[in-house]
């Protein structure tokens, strides 16, 4: 059996056909008019001494416009009995050869994916081209193409029967299923291009007096619709509600920076740079303004965490509140020297005890105590002293008593010296 199927084998096509007694399996018969003719996949065809396969990009001859040829992709590749190679493929229209509204725009070199498969001989081959999707398009060009030579780039399709376009959503599913699945190698731009879009190329063709199309009406027919045999030499273009408006749309504004709060700035001799509640600053209407660096604020607790709203102080009542002080009071100029006084020399009255004391007294700061207290401090710890030197160290590593007696004239002494 193994070698009957062996020898089978290796018979070629050309055998079974002029003997007629069987046929490829993978070979496919199709109704030419009265008869019938026998399709013989291929794995390429061959035209104008190049090698095509499934998944070429090509250019085909247009009966109805020769400067303007087919842009196609190859779906499927034969030969018939007689040997003639034929290949089947997927129209490509440019944007002259649909029907679309004025305010449509196209970009350069662009066409659109149709829904003809159409079977063409080899011979109208007339080269290679390239179609790459737009987000490749953008992105880089393909290596494996000359960089001079042109690439169509494809972002939707277009239905000729309804005359409608619809982006393209997977590119793979537009692709012949053998190719469907291979990485196309690129190089890669430095960053992503931005194209710009073009008027319509039948934008002649569109009357100043034409009505726009309504909804539910039907759209106009190809001006110029050519033979069967290729896309439609002129479409047509006609004036409508669109998606797409005449001008490019602005991009909206940028939506507003949520507010922060942030701390007032800090100024010269500010006396609340945080914004913290104060005390209220007794005012004597004998001594004229209060100088404004009374208080100096302590820093916040936490300086990382986020700061919060100022607070305003309240503001001054604008009547005088009566007061105790409010008469005129005179001291003897030992004492004035002790006390706080602004840059002109005047008295500084406070309400509250204030924060910072640096600075009182002439420069000099707080003065010391008493020379009464300092005197009974001093004789405090005479005695304290002599008290220590009157008590006799007989024998400190045995007798506890001893250092009982001696824990509690010190104790004594110190207390002595507290008073």
């Not at 169509?152 to 399709?157: A, F, K, L």
């Not at 640096?358 to 008493?370: A, E, K, P, Y």
Request: charged content about 25%.
């Amino acid at each position: 059996m193994i070698k009957v199927a062996e020898e089978e084998r290796k018979k070629g096509d050309q055998e079974y056909i002029n003997r007629g007694l069987a046929k490829d399996p993978s070979e496919i018969e199709v109704n030419e008019g009265a008869g019938k003719t026998r399709r013989i996949p291929l794995g390429h065809v061959e035209a104008n001494g190049q090698r095509y396969e499934i998944g070429d990009w090509i250019l085909l001859t247009n009966p109805n416009d020769a400067e303007k040829p087919i842009v196609a992709q190859i779906f499927k590749t034969w030969k018939t009995p007689t040997g003639e190679q034929w290949i089947n493929v997927c129209w490509y229209y440019r944007p002259e050869q649909t029907v679309h509204r004025a305010s449509r725009k196209f970009y350069e070199n662009e066409v659109f994916k149709s829904g003809q498969y159409r079977d063409h001989p080899a011979s109208q081959i007339l080269s290679r081209t390239y179609v790459q999707f737009i987000t490749r398009y953008t992105r880089g060009r393909p290596k494996d193409w000359p960089a001079n030579e042109k690439i169509w780039v494809c972002e939707s399709r277009y239905n000729d029967l309804s005359k409608a376009f619809s982006k393209i959503n997977q590119w793979r599913a537009c692709l012949p299923e053998e190719v469907r699945f291979d990485e196309e190698d690129i190089y890669l731009f430095d960053r992503q291009r931005q194209y710009e879009r073009f008027p319509s190329p039948l934008v002649s063709y569109l009357k100043p007096d034409e009505k726009p199309v309504g909804e539910g009406e039907s759209l106009p027919e190809p001006i110029e619709p050519g033979s069967e045999e290729g896309p439609p030499t002129v479409g047509a273009i006609y004036r409508g509600d669109s998606p797409e408006p005449e001008k490019e749309p602005t991009p909206p504004p940028p939506p507003p920076e949520p507010v922060v709060n942030q701390p007032r700035p800090l100024q010269p001799m500010d006396p609340n740079p945080h914004g913290l509640p104060q005390p209220m600053p007794y005012k004597n209407p004998t001594l004229g303004q209060l100088s404004q660096n009374i208080y100096r604020p302590l820093p916040p607790r936490f300086p990382s965490a986020p700061s919060r709203p100022p607070v305003q102080a309240p503001p001054m009542p604008p009547a005088e509140q009566p007061s105790a002080f409010t008469m005129p009071i005179t001291m003897p100029p030992e004492v004035s020297e002790l006390v706080a006084r602004d840059n002109q020399g005047r008295v500084l009255w406070f309400g509250v005890p204030p924060v910072d004391i640096v600075g009182w007294g002439s420069g000099q700061g707080i003065r010391g105590h008493t020379l009464e207290y300092l005197a009974k401090k001093k004789r405090k710890a005479e005695e304290a002293s002599e008290a220590m030197q009157d008590v006799q160290i007989t024998q400190p590593s045995q007798d506890k008593s001893f250092k009982k007696q001696a824990t509690e004239l010190l104790v004594k002494a110190l207390g002595q010296i507290g008073k």
